[in-house]
Each structure stands twice: as C-alpha cells, then as structure tokens.
Nanobody, 117 residues
C-alpha cells in the first residue's frame, strides 16, 4: 500500500519561499507520476504541478515561473519548491501518486501553506 507523507508547510510572508516534501513508500517510486495539488478554503482542489518518472514536468499557469517540482529516486521523495509566494497561494497542499497504468491513485494527508504578512 502506497503511503505519502507531506511536510514543509507553514506561514510565510508574501514574496517568501517554502519547500514542500512528499515521502513515498510502499511500492516502486519509478512507476508513479507524482503531483502536487492544492485546495483553498471554499474552493475545489486544483492541480499545481506534476512530474513523470523521467522528470518531465507540467505546471498550472498560476504557478509557472515561481514553483518547481522535482523528484529524487534515491530518496523516494518528491518536492515542490515555491518562490515568490502570493496570498492567493494559501491552501492545503496535497501530494499525489498516480500509477503509470492510471489504475492506482494515492493521496497524502495535506500540509497547510499560509501566505500572509
């Protein structure tokens, strides 16, 4: 059973940076597309970024140029580096692992990111 554990959220001022970490266990990391999603209060969950096993990344338009997704196969970990944070980035951020067959899909528990002065 895949388990995902996020960490790295917190309170940061506008313009600041945070790095989120997602620790993956329970299966073969390379068989999964890793993604970060977020859900702001009162809004639907939305895609932030995804990264394939080979390192190909995709981003939501709202975070392009500010956020960077990466993964470390040696550590079975995915990351989301968030720079130039804005108040509208405030949300609970969730890690997702999608098997390449698209038949298995797992979520972490979420980590709160609050951007405020």
């Amino acid at each position: 059973q895949v388990q995902l554990v996020e960490s790295g959220g917190g309170l940061v001022q506008p313009g600041g940076s945070l790095r989120l970490t997602c620790a993956f266990s329970g299966s073969t990391f390379a068989f999964y597309v890793m993604g970060w999603y977020r859900q702001a209060r009162g809004k639907e969950r939305e895609l932030v970024a995804t990264i394939s096993s080979g390192g190909g990344a995709n981003y939501a338009d709202s975070v392009k140029g500010r956020f960077t997704i990466s993964r470390d196969h040696g550590k079975n970990t995915a990351y989301l580096q968030m720079n130039s944070l804005k108040s509208e980035d405030t949300a609970v951020y969730y890690c997702n692992a999608l098997h390449i067959s698209r038949t298995q899909d797992y979520w972490g528990q979420g980590t709160q990111v609050t951007v405020s002065s």
